[in-house]
């Protein structure tokens, strides 16, 4: 697992087993707040050991869940004695979905045999404020990913961990293309010097705007492309010509899995536009 200091005491734990999910660690003197715990123990117990390295046993105050997603979730049971916080929907899915999605993974996947559905403590709807020595979080609802997910703003860095609302494409199945195009909006009005990813590559203050101006651009494209097959009464099979380039975003990220999750998306909107 790849360890990168972004700014004092702020720290991105990048996965080497799942997407390059990432996981970020804020130290401060009265204790740490990590914000998602990857989903296999292995890693998840590698950012409990560089916390306790730091500051030493039991010190995570608080753990985010971004959303309700396995790869953000599934390490949570691992940081006894930390309050969980997350939006109202992301405990609701877990209550309602989590064990049941979770047996379904043991059974395919034997590294996650010990993981155990931990709910949050604390949530709220829009927006929330925590503060743990000097620091300062602002928590704020960004659907669209997901309908649960959500960013946190660190304004004494002007950072943004935005979880999988930032991708190096836009994902949206399971999720609302025009609500991710809100809270992308959303998050550049903040002007951010930098902005975690749920996977991939932090973004520098350099990045990220044309980052965002990409992102949204890639939706349009993707929505206009796909509506003109529906509305030509084409079969899904033809989504296959429509690649991520001629959409405006590299094929290269994320070992080239983007392409996967591009024609996800493709697929996931030519069944949303059939419908309507």
């Known amino acids: 697992m790849r360890l990168d200091r972004i700014a004092e005491d702020i720290y991105i734990l990048v996965s080497d087993l799942y997407?390059?999910?990432?996981?970020?660690?804020?130290?401060?003197?009265?204790?740490?707040i990590v914000i998602d715990t990857m989903p296999f123990p292995s890693e998840s117990r590698q950012i409990l050991s560089f916390v306790e390295g730091e500051?030493?046993?039991?010190?995570?105050?608080?753990?985010?869940?971004?959303?309700?997603?396995?790869?953000?979730?599934?390490?949570?049971?691992?940081?006894?004695?930390?309050?969980?916080?997350?939006?109202?929907?992301?405990?609701?899915?877990?209550?309602?979905?989590?064990?049941?999605?979770?047996?379904?993974?043991?059974?395919?996947?034997?590294?996650?045999?010990?993981?155990?559905i931990r709910l949050p403590d604390i949530t709220f709807q829009e927006s929330m404020h925590i503060r743990l020595s000097h620091r300062q979080l602002d928590l704020f609802h960004t659907p669209g990913h997901a309908p649960d997910d959500i960013s946190v703003y660190?304004?004494?860095?002007?950072?943004?961990?935005?979880?999988?609302?930032?991708?190096?494409?836009?994902?949206?199945?399971?999720?609302?293309?025009?609500?991710?195009?809100?809270?992308l909006v959303r998050i550049k009005e903040l002007t951010p010097n930098f902005v975690v990813q749920g996977h991939g590559d932090v973004l520098l203050r350099g990045e990220v705007d044309e980052t965002i101006d990409r992102n949204l651009a890639y939706l349009d494209k993707i929505v206009e492309k796909v509506q003109a097959?529906?509305?030509?009464?084409?079969?899904p099979?033809?989504?296959?010509?429509?690649?991520?380039?001629?959409?405006?975003?590299?094929?290269?990220?994320?070992?080239?899995?983007?392409?996967?999750?591009?024609?996800?998306?493709?697929l996931a909107l030519y069944k949303r536009f059939k419908q309507e």
Do not use: W
């Not at 971004?66 to 979730?73: E, G, S, V």
């Open 237 to 266: 099979q033809e989504l296959r010509s429509i690649d991520i380039e001629s959409c405006g975003l590299s094929r290269i990220p994320l070992d080239g899995l983007v392409n996967k999750l591009h024609q996800e998306n493709l």
């Open 55 to 116: 500051l030493g046993p039991h010190s995570v105050r608080y753990v985010i869940n971004t959303h309700h997603h396995a790869d953000h979730t599934y390490g949570t049971f691992l940081f006894e004695g930390a309050e969980v916080i997350s939006q109202d929907l992301c405990r609701q899915l877990l209550q309602r979905y989590g064990q049941a999605t979770l047996d379904r993974a043991k059974q395919e996947t034997p590294a996650l045999a010990e993981v155990e």
């Open 154 to 183: 660190v304004p004494s860095e002007k950072a943004v961990i935005a979880s999988d609302a930032m991708m190096p494409v836009p994902y949206i199945v399971g999720g609302d293309y025009r609500q991710l195009q809100d809270s």
């Open 19 to 32: 997407v390059q999910v990432t996981s970020t660690v804020l130290l401060t003197p009265d204790g740490a």
């Open 229 to 235: 097959v529906v509305q030509r009464g084409l079969p």
